[in-house]
């Protein structure tokens, strides 16, 4: 029997979490009015702040709190003061340095939001995404960073669905590497999916979502399976009554199927789950360890990241990461480099290449993304097959990291927008990264026009 | 009402944590058989690892499996994987060097354990102790270095009530720096603490732990004020019926008192938690900041630390630090070194000094401790008055940082002991301290006589 939300408050609240970074759907932005990145600032709003805090000021896990806009604009930011987490460690070694050639004037550079004809500056499309902290690399030097809110430099924050990528480069790299055979059955790997909707999957149909399962993310129906996997996920401890799964893993083994592998996209977090537990069963480690030895330790991070865990210390492979911005864009120009970065090869050229093709627009274009018209989807990756050949990762409520070969330029973005689809950030997004892009590029700087 | 600890069983387990690190008083070890070191290695029990993990290899916060024996091994490296924490930064910077002159003939070095009359070597003390990881420096300089179970260099620990040396050598800094008045009552900083037992006590006072407060651990008697501190702090959500406080701080206004102030040392967590209230409210930061501004960003410290934090964000400040065992051999050796390390003055002169003298030996010998008799306790250090002036940090089930200024040797270790009191280290520990420092100087070893 799936486990019913409303049935215990607290308990279903706290799912809002997984909830929410599950969410990427198609759907358009509501129109609902929010406050703005201004006067929702979480600095100003002084959560968690005193000794004790105001009582109207604390943020709970247990009951939600933390995750209502605007106070989950402290929260993106503070996700280890609220739940257990595992490390994912540097090592102990000196960061690599990112090299500063500062450009200030980025802020003057404007754009045309999509369906706008008022060109935007890029200095106001920070706040209209409600930006936490942003940095753009040409050619690998910092050109631009900038920190809002309670976000530093030393902070870390959710990337939400950017951990998708990080769980799908892993997949890329062990299949390049020859320890993952992408045509194989996910059964194969894991037996305990062979009667769920994974089981007759190939692994490559999971690392790019094209998998046919039953996975609703119908917030109004209390008996979606968004609902089951976010309870079957959250650490706390679960409800007296409760019959559910009990970890993602359980929960992995009760999907259902729905159509048929290998047709369409489907966006669906479960198969980031699903693609974690074969990495981890076929490498005998978490995807926490698979992250530090694999790319952590060799990118010079400057500070460890860590991931939120479920009650038997399984890592949230679908949306659980945290970083901080700096090593978010180590990682972009690591791959914009071809997986070659501080002095060594640390991703092979092959899964690079296999990123940067990108998948079947056709699938793709079965998920009817307005805004991403011509686009696809591979190894985790959302590819835009623009003449820029950029590609993103991209995590709900505006988290994004942006790379463009062509223009030689990286961009990683926190933030925390109140719309749970990105929808309702990328008309000011996407075009203001290519205006960027071309205007590093030395293009002149033109107004656009109508 | 006091919260009645088997009232809902899941809760009051979980409760276990802070309970054990505030065990530490006079009692003698049990003589309990526990399995012994090898037997009970968490790396060879296989705790938390696969995927999933055997349903009897999980180890859960909320129902206190965690910490039970031999589990518990496992846990004291792993708290953040099991509860919401707080991070103490390191900040960017490249860590400080530590030099290497390893002396493995230090294995060999023998002692003779208190109350025993057969000598036992360094090597064999280790395995006694249940010791996780051990580092001497003499002279600054690594001379040894050792990791056992699922300790590695780059992990973390929990120091447990060498939290709360910690916290003192922050009060210590700023009562030299001025910031903070040791003769002012405790109520003139914290008001809500007026009406408390701690209100008219002086900061000097909960420093030494010299107050008279009814703190009592008796875990017998289910109205203990040790359960109502651990089921306030615990930040899983309370149970519907609990009617208790439900934070460090609402837990501190409840003391009573019990004595009078100033008269005797009696070791109570509590104490340590209302110094850290007094330390947030002048300073305006968390005990989690104020370590990282003060001490942990200037050590040259090789990783973060971090805190476990009660349900408003409140770090334990009696026993919820966690560091590496590298970080807390540079604490030593700053200490060792007047406050002046990584090339700068870190903590004031007079501060060290202060630690150094001790505290009133007369009020320490009231408390009763067999093993430590003529030692005293002054800002949170443990101060043995022996001829090389050596003082410690002391946390439960074998937590050491041990600095003997004559020897020139710090020696830090964690250790995850079966019998919560370190009575039941000590005789195994303290002459061994004594026996490397003395052939550190160079003098001859000499198998002790009976």
Redesign the interface.
Known sequence: MPYHPSHLT?FAFAAVLTLSMALAGPAHAETTAFPDAIESDPARLGW?VG???PPDR??????GSYFRFPAMRWSVSHF????????V?R??A??GRLRQALRDDIDDVTFLPMGSDRPMSWRDALLENYTDGIIVLHKGRVVYERYFGVLT??G?HGVMSVTKTFVGTLAAMMVADGELDPERKVEEYVPELARSAFGNATVRQLMDMTTGIRFSEDYADPNADVWAHAAAGNP??KPADYQGPR?Y?EFLQTVQPEGTHGEAFHYRTANTDALG?VL??VSGR?IAQLLSEKIWRKLGA???AYMS?D????PFAGGGLNMSLRDLARFGEMIRQDGRYNGQQIIPKAAIADIRQGGSKEAFSKAGYALLAGWSYRNMWWVTHNPHGAFMARGVHGQALYIDPVAEMVIARFASHPVATNAANDPTSLPAYQAVAAYLMGRKQVTPEK
Do not use: C, H, K
């Not at 009650?311 to 399984?314: L, V």
């Open positions: 607290a968690m000794s004790p805090p604390i943020l709970r896990f247990e009951d280890r003061q609220l739940m257990p987490t595992i490390n460690s090592g102990t000196a960061a430099r030393e870390q706390l401890p970890s893993y537990w981890a069963r978490s400057e500070q460890d865990v009650s038997t210390g399984t």
